[in-house]
């Protein structure tokens, strides 16, 4: 698992499988670290196996590898807030299928929330860091590498190993310092159960 501050870890009522509860989206990439190709086959497998609406398998993926053009052409996409990923080892580009009708569309964005999903964790538990990003030029990317119509570029997820904070942009190391936090259970939970009630 990557070392990450203890208070990047998720806060939990009970234990979760490690590499969701360390999973976090840092900034700080390891511009010199290496990917095992076996890493990177590893996280585009999980993203393909990730559960498909009505097993479509909507879900497309540009793969940049550093030092490969795709990887600069992606990481040319990027906003300007997002250039800290082109220190990571690789640049995946997330498209969905939309399909022919408003459910295929619905679910292939869902589809891809799922695969990236399985993708980072995957990531985590071979102890890389991930970080999904929505942040960047979707009609570039979808002529940068000639998307056919309906096939929609979602989002790019850097995937490398975390960097030093004492070597990254002061703005960034205060960014990735700020409190992870998520609304409690009880109020994301919209009903009433049993199990909440007694903690
Ligand atoms: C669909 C999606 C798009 C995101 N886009 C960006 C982005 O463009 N830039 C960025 O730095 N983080 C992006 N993030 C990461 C979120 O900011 C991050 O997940 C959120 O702040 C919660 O932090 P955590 O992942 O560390 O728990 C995105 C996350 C998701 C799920």
New binding site residues.
């Given amino acids: 698992m990557p070392e990450a501050p203890n208070d990047?870890l998720?806060a939990t009522l009970v234990p979760l499988h490690p590499p969701i509860a360390r999973?976090?989206?840092?900034?700080a990439f390891d511009p010199a670290a290496e990917l095992p190709r076996d890493d990177l086959i590893a996280v585009l497998e999980a993203a393909r196996w990730a559960p498909t609406w009505g097993g479509r398998q909507p879900v497309r993926f540009v793969v940049g590898v550093r030092g490969d053009d795709t990887f600069a052409a992606i990481a040319g996409l990027l906003?300007r807030?997002?250039r800290?990923a082109t220190a990571a080892n690789a640049l995946i580009l997330l498209c969905a299928d939309e399909g022919e009708d408003d459910r295929t569309r619905l679910y292939s964005v869902v589809d891809a929330?799922a695969a990236?999903t399985n993708l980072v964790i995957e990531a985590v538990a071979r102890d890389l860091i991930a970080?999904?990003?929505?942040?960047?030029d979707v009609a570039g990317a979808a002529e940068a590498f000639a998307l056919p119509p309906g096939l929609h570029p979602?989002?790019v997820v850097s995937v490398g190993r975390l960097g030093d904070y004492s070597q990254v942009a002061p703005e960034i190391a205060e960014r990735d310092s700020r409190p992870?936090e998520?609304l409690p259970l009880a109020d994301v939970v919209v009903n009433e159960i049993v199990v909440l009630n007694q903690i």
């Fill in positions: 990047r998720a999973r976090w989206s840092p900034r906003r807030g997002n800290y929330g990236m970080h999904p990003m929505a942040g960047f979602l989002m992870r998520r």
